[in-house]
Nanobody, 130 residues
Framework: QVQLVESGGGSVQPGGSLRLSCAVSGGTSHYVALAWFRQAPGKLREGVACMYLSDGDTSYQDSVKGRFTISREHVQGPVFLQMNDVRPEATAVYSC???????????????????????WGKGTQVTVSS
């Protein structure tokens, strides 16, 4: 049984940093991609960052490029989302998700791409406020 558990959320001031973690268990070694999504109140869920689990290649939503980094330190280890220079519009519940289907990150990150992800964590709240 695949399980994902997020941690690391909290409150941060604009311009600050947070590091989210997604612990993955249950045999995902053959999965293609893992992504971070966020959903703010009253808004649609959107892809933030995506990583190919085989080679670590990444892709990002345009609004976070250069400020957010998705990474993994070792195979089967947690997947991190380092958030730097955060802005108030980053306030949302952040969730990690993955799927055994070979969706490329380009598809995962597209509007509505989250529907292809089969396994989700419960999410962690990030609040950016002064």
């Amino acid at each position: 049984q695949v399980q994902l558990v997020e941690s690391g959320g909290g409150s941060v001031q604009p311009g600050g940093s947070l590091r989210l973690s997604c612990a993955v268990s249950g045999g995902t070694s053959h999965y293609v991609a893992l992504a971070w999504f966020r959903q703010a109140p009253g808004k649609l869920r959107e892809g933030v960052a995506c990583m190919y689990l085989s080679d670590g290649d990444t892709s990002y939503q345009d609004s976070v490029k250069g400020r957010f980094t998705i990474s993994r330190e070792h195979v089967q280890g947690p997947v991190f989302l380092q958030m730097n220079d955060v802005r108030p519009e980053a306030t949302a519940v952040y969730s990690c998700a993955t799927s055994p289907s070979p969706f490329p990150c380009q598809v995962v990150m597209a509007p509505g791409g989250y529907v292809g992800m089969d396994y989700w964590g419960k999410g962690t709240q990030v609040t950016v406020s002064s």
